[in-house]
C-alpha cells in the first residue's frame, strides 16, 4: 500500500476506491492518517491537501486520541509513561525497561499531533511486547481448558476490531488488548476461540463462549465502552 512521509505527521497511508468521489483524510485506528482518493487520482493533490490543511489534520488528530498521555500513566500491563521537559530542539521518546521516557521541548504540551504520535509509536511497540508474552500463552491455556484447536496466532494494531479468526483458524490478536482488564482479555480470546468451532455469532456460537465464560455478556458491554485505538 502506498505511503506518503510527512514531516509533522509521519506516515500518512494511501488508499484509492472505485467508489471515492474525492480526496478525504481521515483518522486511522493505529492513530495515524489515512487518505482515501479515487483510483485514477495524482498523489500531488493529496500532498497539496496536507500542506493546506494542516491546523485542520492537527486538531483532527487531537480529537481523534482517546486518552490524553500524561506523566506517570500505566501504559498496558507492565509500562509506565514518564514525561519530561527539558530545553531541547525536538521531541525525542525513548524505552528503558519497562519505562517510557518522553523528552519534550519546554513549550511544547503533550497534547499536540507531534507528541501524541511520537509517543504513540513507543506505546505502540511496548503493548506489542506486552502482547507477544501473554496472549500466546494465554490463549494455548484456554484453548487446551476448552477443547479448543487453532492453526497459529498473529498480532495486529492497525485493525478495529479486538480480534479476528479466519476460516483457517488463524487468529488474529490486536496488541491495543493489553489496556484491557485481564477479564475482558480472556473474553475477546474465548470469543476467538469459539470462532473456530463457529464462524457466526449464532445462539451455538454464544452457547459455546458462555461455556468459557459465564460472564459473556457483562464482558461484552463492558468490551463496547472501550477503544481498539491506540
Known amino acids: 500500500m502506498p505511503t506518503i512521509i510527512?514531516?509533522?505527521?509521519?506516515?500518512?497511508?494511501?488508499?484509492r476506491s472505485s467508489r471515492a468521489s474525492h480526496?478525504?483524510?481521515?483518522?486511522?485506528?493505529?492513530?495515524?492518517?489515512?487518505?482515501?482518493?479515487?483510483?485514477?487520482?495524482?498523489?500531488?493533490?493529496?500532498?497539496?491537501?496536507i500542506k493546506n490543511s494542516r491546523d485542520e489534520l492537527r486538531s483532527l488528530l487531537n480529537t481523534?486520541?482517546?486518552s490524553d498521555f500524561t506523566d506517570g500513566m500505566a501504559i498496558g500491563k507492565s509500562h509506565t509513561l514518564f514525561i519530561r521537559h527539558r530545553p531541547v530542539s525536538k521531541i525525542?521518546?525513548?524505552?528503558h525497561g519497562q519505562q517510557i521516557v518522553a523528552t519534550l521541548p519546554e513549550e511544547e504540551s503533550s497534547d499536540?499531533?507531534?507528541?501524541?504520535?511520537s509517543i504513540r509509536e513507543a506505546?505502540?511497540?511496548?503493548?506489542?511486547?506486552?502482547?507477544?508474552?501473554?496472549?500466546?500463552?494465554?490463549?494455548?491455556?484456554?484453548?487446551?481448558?476448552?477443547?479448543?484447536?487453532?492453526?497459529?496466532v498473529r498480532f495486529s494494531h492497525a485493525g478495529s476490531r479486538w480480534g479476528s479468526c479466519s476460516s483457517n483458524g488463524t487468529i488474529s490478536l490486536n496488541i491495543a488488548l493489553m489496556k484491557l482488564p485481564f477479564e475482558?482479555?480472556?473474553?475477546?480470546?474465548?470469543?476467538?476461540?469459539?470462532?473456530t468451532v463457529h464462524m457466526n455469532h449464532s445462539k451455538a456460537f454464544w452457547g459455546l463462549v458462555s461455556q468459557?465464560?459465564?460472564?459473556?455478556?457483562?464482558?461484552?458491554?463492558?468490551?463496547?465502552?472501550a477503544s481498539p485505538s491506540i
Open 6 to 15: 510527512d514531516e509533522e505527521f509521519g506516515t500518512i497511508t494511501i488508499r
Open 23 to 49: 480526496i478525504r483524510i481521515r483518522v486511522a485506528p493505529n492513530g495515524k492518517l489515512r487518505a482515501s482518493l479515487p483510483l485514477y487520482a495524482p498523489l500531488f493533490l493529496v500532498k497539496r491537501l
Open 64 to 66: 481523534h486520541t482517546d
Open 92 to 95: 525525542s521518546v525513548s524505552r
Open 112 to 117: 499536540t499531533a507531534s507528541a501524541i504520535r
Open 123 to 152: 506505546v505502540i511497540e511496548a503493548l506489542r511486547i506486552e502482547a507477544k508474552s501473554h496472549l500466546p500463552k494465554r490463549l494455548a491455556y484456554l484453548a487446551e481448558k476448552y477443547g479448543f484447536t487453532y492453526t497459529k
Open 184 to 195: 475482558l482479555i480472556d473474553y475477546v480470546l474465548v470469543h476467538e476461540l469459539s470462532h
Open 212 to 225: 468459557a465464560d459465564a460472564n459473556f455478556e457483562q464482558h461484552r458491554r463492558e468490551l463496547k465502552k
